[in-house]
């Protein structure tokens, strides 16, 4: 089984930043993972919103945080991370943290992801 634990979200005011973070474990986890952040806004459905390969060289983002998030991992501490600046009303969301066995980190749809953690909320306010 693996476990994913994210951490890090929280309220803050437009324009300003968080960082997210995802730890890893269980005995079947792999630092091969492809690694993903999504979100989640009340009645909307789950959005995709940042991935990384399993060596962390390539990343892709969704238009909407291109330019102001940055996704990135440490294979030694199975520790993924999202740093979130210039941040929206908009970006308000539960994030979800996801591993899939596609280490390429191209994957963005939900259902390509095999773990997911229990989600963090991140308010913005205006």
């Known amino acids: 089984q693996v476990q994913l634990v994210e951490s890090g979200g929280g309220l803050v005011q437009a324009g300003g930043s968080l960082r997210l973070s995802c730890a890893a474990s269980?005995?079947?986890?792999?630092?091969?993972?492809?690694m993903g952040w999504f979100r989640q806004a009340p009645g909307k459905e789950r959005e995709f919103v940042a991935a990384v390969s399993w060596s962390g060289d390539n990343t892709y983002y969704a238009d909407s945080v291109k330019g102001r998030f940055t996704i990135s991992r440490e294979n030694a501490k199975n520790t993924v991370y999202l740093q979130m600046n210039s941040l929206k009303p908009e970006d308000t969301a539960v994030y979800y943290c996801a591993a899939a066995g596609d280490h390429t980190g191209r994957a963005r749809a939900p259902t390509l992801y095999s773990y997911w953690g229990q989600g963090t909320q991140v308010t913005v306010s205006s």
């Open positions: 269980g005995r079947t986890f792999s630092s091969t993972y492809g």
